[in-house]
């Protein structure tokens, strides 16, 4: 196996394949057929939701060996350093090999599948292959190899485990190696309502709506409730309250009151005595006519 010092140089040699326009005279650019079209969509079909299953037989797999000794892997994903990845949208992932082994390394194949991070049985998307009609990296020559794939729309905003295996021959020996299996996130695409935003969205107004119809209804039953329980008005007559208040008694104001109050009394006391000193009057006059009518 090699060192570590030869995997720091060829690490280096994947960053500055992303500013390279053009293929230098030791690196070998290499796109399989299987990549994806200018519409974003990969030829053949992907398989989604696989759950509990591999799916299927491998006998590519099953026939390869493992890693050949002195072949060196290292990835990069450059359209997305922090791996997230939006569902529904292309992307890649970039592979680099350098060939410290005693012959040639052809590549033949790239696979890869979407898995659960915690159990990988189960399955969630498996990509379309891509194979490769010119992997030969000759001896002491790095290389480079795009692997393009599409998440499913149908995927849920969450993280998963990516798993990325890529096939090769040395000396006509088929080897098999594991270049990426780690954690990446799907998320939604930007700019775009998926499926389940627009449901909550929904969902949130029906519910907001709901409680408004409830609060309306209650603030009715409430004031209808306060409108029967008001007290009924009870007429005091003429009497204000404040002649009735007992803490008035003996000020100003009472004496004002007693005053108004005592002036209609004698009037009404005045116009009774005129009215008996009238009758006694005319009590008088008529014995007097009685006599007069007498002594006639």
């Known amino acids: 196996m090699a060192s570590s010092r030869t995997r720091m140089p060829l690490a280096v040699l994947l960053l ?47 026939m390869a060996l493992g890693p050949a000794p002195g072949v060196d892997l290292a990835v990069v994903f450059p359209k997305s350093k922090d791996k997230l990845l939006p569902a529904g949208q292309p992307a890649s992932v970039l ?4 060939n410290g082994a005693e012959s040639d390394v052809k590549v033949t194949e790239i696979r890869a599948t979407l898995n659960y991070p915690y159990n990988h049985s189960y399955v969630f998307q498996k990509f379309s292959p891509q194979d490769f009609e010119h992997g030969d990296v000759p001896l002491g020559v790095q290389a480079s190899f795009a692997y393009e794939f599409v998440p499913s729309v149908q995927l849920q905003p969450r993280e998963y485990s990516l798993v990325a295996t890529v096939f090769y021959e040395v000396d006509g020996q088929p080897h098999s190696a594991v270049f990426y299996n780690g954690t990446i996130e799907i998320v939604e695409p930007s700019g775009v309502f998926s499926g389940e935003t627009l449901f909550l969205v929904t969902l949130g107004i029906a519910v907001i709506t ?5 609060l309306h209804q209650q603030f009715q039953r409430f004031t209808k409730n306060q409108r029967s329980i008001r007290p009924k008005k009870i007429e005091m007559g003429t009497k204000t309250l404040d002649e009735t208040n007992p803490w008035l008694q003996g000020t100003a104001v009472d004496m004002k009151k007693s005053k108004s109050i005592a002036q209609p009394r004698k009037s009404e006391t005045k116009k009774k005595q005129k009215s008996k000193d009238k009758d006694d009057d005319s009590k008088k006059q008529k014995p007097k006519e009685k006599d007069e009518d007498s002594k006639k």
């Open 95 to 98: 592979l680099g090999i350098n």
């Open 210 to 214: 709901l409680i408004g119809m409830w």
């Open 16 to 62: 500055t394949t992303l500013l390279l326009l053009g293929a230098g005279t030791l690196l070998i650019a290499v796109r399989g057929d299987g990549a994806a079209d200018g519409d974003g969509t990969a030829s053949g079909a992907d398989t989604v939701a696989v759950v509990g299953s591999d799916g299927g037989d491998e006998p590519v797999e099953d």
